[in-house]
């Protein structure tokens, strides 16, 4: 499994920014895929995941009402909707796929990584 992950740039506090993760290859075999971020100093942490076939949507409390993921079946993308951007959102975003059954927000339990896409939001 392959994911491109796109998106990201610069902008002001209070704007939108929508990242995409498109997958390629044994794509059948993805459960879940989940963005992650990582900002200098800091462990990457969980964002947001959604199951392959749709559904099963959890988010991370500080991004909860303000992002939204969904699912294209067609494209095989996952895309991450962000408003109301915050200085504290700027980091190194990254999505990433898990074949477990049990969905997870632990960055260690998902096999395939995309490339990261920065996120830079300015006060």
């Known amino acids: 499994v392959q994911l491109q992950a796109s998106g990201g740039g610069l902008v002001q506090a209070g704007g939108s920014l929508r990242l995409s993760c498109t997958a390629s290859?044994?794509?059948?075999?993805?459960?879940?895929v989940g963005w992650f971020r990582q900002a200098p100093g800091k462990e990457r942490e969980f964002v947001a995941r959604?199951?392959?076939?749709?559904?099963?949507?959890h988010y991370a409390d500080s991004v909860k009402g303000r992002f939204t993921i969904s699912r294209d079946n067609v494209k095989s993308t996952v895309s991450l909707q962000m408003n109301t951007l915050e200085p504290e959102d700027t980091a190194v975003y990254h999505c990433a796929a898990d074949r477990g059954v049990v969905l997870t927000t632990v960055p260690l339990r998902y096999e395939y990584w995309g490339q990261g896409t920065q996120v830079t939001v300015s006060s």
């Open positions: 959604i199951r392959w076939n749709g559904g099963g949507t």
């Open positions: 290859g044994r794509t059948f075999s993805i459960a879940a």
